[in-house]
């Protein structure tokens, strides 16, 4: 554990001199909001002060809200290191409390910003000439199947071919995400990037045509040793295109039985305020580290993990 | 009867997929990005051995199973079962068939000890120990000089198992062998 402390150290001290080089910004936003995600798929803590007339609040599941509201209010090019919150599953990958890295590059683009991930992964990870892969060709070339115009029936027969899975509700994301993870990952090299995401998984990302004219996901996920590390986007910056995913969220959320979350509409005001076209991208500090100190398991590099 | 939901799940859990009695051998949570988390486990069959994967939606549940193990003693065999009896005093007997038996009926000895797996309180798996002491019922006599097999002969055992032995071995010596690889390992004195 102490190898692994001092690590840490190390590699946040790095990270700090890389941004201050770049002239990007540090910022603290806060960990505490009125609203949360809506997110299907992500579960945030809520909190309650012990006087029970307080509303409750929500702990962020990542900085990108609030680091948006910075970047419309004119903040310029801005990183965090902060904390995130995500209730729901521990793995060997996941702590319900980990660490992102997270910046903002009003600008430029989503190569341009796989550049910058590269450098710092250079600097950080010693690692270099990583490959970058798009969703589609994957999928091609691994499994003979394209991903954004095979339909969810045939989907669901290839995907049931190759992974012993029966449960009922999957969708094509569903779908997708098990070829992705059993069949495709394990094929990939040490390190690359993977982008222009299928348009149902663009998040908070814009969808633009590709090279053919299908309209993807302007999005990149960074891979290490067969772990998602870093997740990046082109950011919407569209207010009402923004407004219309998250309400989609609530129907979708209202149908799996889940709670009703409260809308960010800070984030939508400072969307319609206007927010510069820019990359953004999250990185796992803690999957870092993991990387970095051959460790199999998250608990190997957090003080005192949970659960 | 009982059921577990995923986050429940861990090595060693007995379990009903699809009807047959499975132990869980690993668990693991995969939660892409922005997806969902699936659990991808790994079983054994108990009444075949068979390992097999299979994905969960989290949140999903599978029927708990009633298995046991438990040590049991053997006492006989009716041509049809293999009869044990509870260690425990209760003096409780199970009836064993071929499939149960397996393997297993190579090191069988009356009033040894055996790992019976119980479905529903019925006998789906027997495993002997480790190793066993059988006694030697019919080999050749060794011939001093003979190294034609490289200085081991075939022996049957008092279980019907056939193992190659040195030449020195007698019918009627006890001997102790491995029951994972069929090999002697030496003479027990009686």
Redesign the interface.
């Known amino acids: 554990m102490p190898e692994s402390l001092k690590l840490r150290a190390s590699v946040l001290a790095e990270a700090r001199r890389f941004f201050a080089e770049r002239e990007v910004m540090e910022v603290e936003t806060p960990l505490l909001g009125t609203s949360t995600v809506t997110?299907v798929?992500l579960q945030s803590f809520e909190v309650r002060a012990h006087d029970p007339s307080q509303l409750p609040l929500f702990l962020q599941t990542s900085p990108e809200y609030t680091m948006k509201r910075l970047l419309a209010a004119g903040s310029g090019p801005i990183y965090q290191i902060a904390k995130a919150f995500r209730a729901?599953?521990?793995?060997?990958?996941?702590n319900p409390e980990f660490t992102l890295i997270e910046w903002y590059r009003p600008g430029f683009s989503l190569a341009d910003l796989m550049d910058e991930v590269q450098q710092l992964i250079a600097r950080l990870l010693c690692r270099q000439n990583i490959p970058r892969y798009t969703y589609g060709e994957l999928f091609r070339k691994h499994l003979n199947l394209d991903p954004h115009a095979i339909a969810l029936q045939e989907l669901r027969q290839r995907c049931k071919e190759l992974?012993?899975?029966?449960?009922a509700?999957?969708d094509a994301?569903?779908y997708l995400?098990?070829l992705?993870?059993?069949k495709i990952e394990p094929r990939l090299p040490d390190s690359c990037f993977v982008y222009e995401y299928p348009e149902a998984?663009a998040?908070l990302s814009v969808v633009a045509p590709d090279a053919e004219g299908v309209p993807v996901a302007q999005r990149f996920?960074f891979y290490v040793d067969g772990m998602?590390l870093a997740?990046g986007y082109l950011e919407l910056t569209d207010a009402a295109e923004q407004r219309a995913r998250f309400e989609r969220d609530l129907v979708r959320r209202q149908q799996l039985g889940l709670p009703a979350v409260p809308v960010d509409e800070e984030l939508l005001a400072a969307l319609e305020a206007g927010l510069p076209s820019c990359a953004g991208v999250a990185l796992g500090l803690d999957r870092l580290l993991m990387a970095l100190g051959q460790e199999r398991d998250i608990c190997g590099v957090i003080s005192y993990p949970l659960g | 009867m009982a059921s577990y939901a995923t986050n429940e799940f861990k090595s060693g859990l007995k379990v009903l997929v699809d009807g047959e009695p499975c132990s869980i051998l690993e668990n693991e949570v995969v939660k892409p990005g922005k997806g969902q988390a699936f659990n991808r486990v790994k079983f054994r069959n108990l009444r075949n051995g068979r390992v097999w994967e299979r994905t969960f939606k989290s949140g999903e549940s599978i029927e708990a199973a009633d298995v046991m193990e438990i040590d049991m003693e053997y006492l006989y065999a009716d041509g049809e079962f293999w009869h044990f009896m509870k260690t425990d005093g209760s003096f409780e007997q199970v009836a064993a068939d071929a499939s149960a038996i397996s393997d297993a009926k190579d090191w069988l000895k009356e009033q040894d000890v055996y790992q019976v797996i119980l479905w529903n309180e019925a006998p789906i798996s027997v495993s002997p120990p480790n190793f066993v002491e059988l006694e030697v019922a019919e080999t050749d006599p060794g011939l001093k000089g003979d190294t034609a097999q490289g200085g081991t002969k075939p022996a049957t055992l008092s279980s019907g198992a056939v193992v190659k032995v040195p030449l020195f071995v007698n019918i009627g010596d006890v001997l102790r062998v491995d029951t994972r690889t069929g090999e002697y390992q030496n003479r027990v004195s009686k």
């Open positions: 997110d798929h729901g599953e521990r793995s060997r990958l996941h992974i012993d899975v029966r449960s509700d999957l994301t569903d995400q098990l992705m993870g059993k998984q998040a996920e998602e997740n």
